[in-house]
């Protein structure tokens, strides 16, 4: 067995194949025996290592994931003010939640659901358990400082901005009716949900 380092690169080289496939074929033609062909790599490893194609494109996903809630993190704790914080939040989750890699995923997931599920649940795990967190303590800052009301919970005020933010922006994607959002409609957007998230709930003597 190659040591831990070793493995990992492998690994990262074969997802990125997968990916790359993915791009060019969509979800239906890539196979188990395209991405070992495009990786260099052996039949035999990548049915030890991921047992499907689902399985494979679920460990993307989930690596995207980790990475979405170390950079949002990072952001999220280096601006002090929640309130501002909260404002810079809608460009970072637009560029993770609606670029063009997001957009193919989301169109595998959507095949995908009618198949096995996997990859809808997948994704599903990703809002749920990286990004929803995130915005709920943003959300119990903002409240514990006074700045929004508290006669509602985080978690409602979390939703109801993910509502504004993005509505059924993903699934239009998904089925190909909306491209990648440009950086300006990014900070349109933004901005919007920003402003009715802080009319719905924002303190009248909050700054």
């Known amino acids: 067995m190659p040591p831990t380092s070793d493995r990992h690169e492998r690994r990262t080289e074969i997802e990125a194949a997968a990916f790359a496939l ?58 002090q003010d929640p309130h501002q914080a909260l404002r810079a939040l809608g460009p970072a989750l637009l560029r993770f939640t609606t670029d063009e890699y997001a957009i193919i995923m989301n169109r595998a997931a959507v095949i995908d659901a009618a198949e096995t599920g996997v990859l809808p649940q997948a994704i599903d795990e990703v809002a749920r358990d990286v990004l929803y967190p995130l915005i709920c303590a943003l959300m119990q800052r903002l409240v514990h400082q006074r700045v929004f009301v508290s006669d509602m919970a ?21 089925l190909g009716n909306v491209p990648p959002l440009t950086e300006p409609e990014m900070i349109e957007r933004s901005e919007r949900a920003f402003r009715l998230t802080c009319r719905l709930f924002q303190r009248p003597e909050a700054p």
């Open 22 to 79: 993915l791009k060019e074929l969509g979800y239906k033609k890539t196979s188990m025996l395209l991405i070992a062909k495009r990786a260099q790599a052996s039949n035999q490893t990548l049915y030890a290592w991921y047992r499907n194609k689902q399985e494979l494109f679920r460990g993307i996903i989930a690596s995207f994931g980790g990475a979405v809630r170390e950079q949002l993190q990072a952001s999220l704790q280096a601006e």
């Open 154 to 174: 985080p978690e409602g005020m979390a939703q109801t901005y993910i509502d504004l933010l993005l509505g059924e922006l993903q699934f239009r994607q998904a």
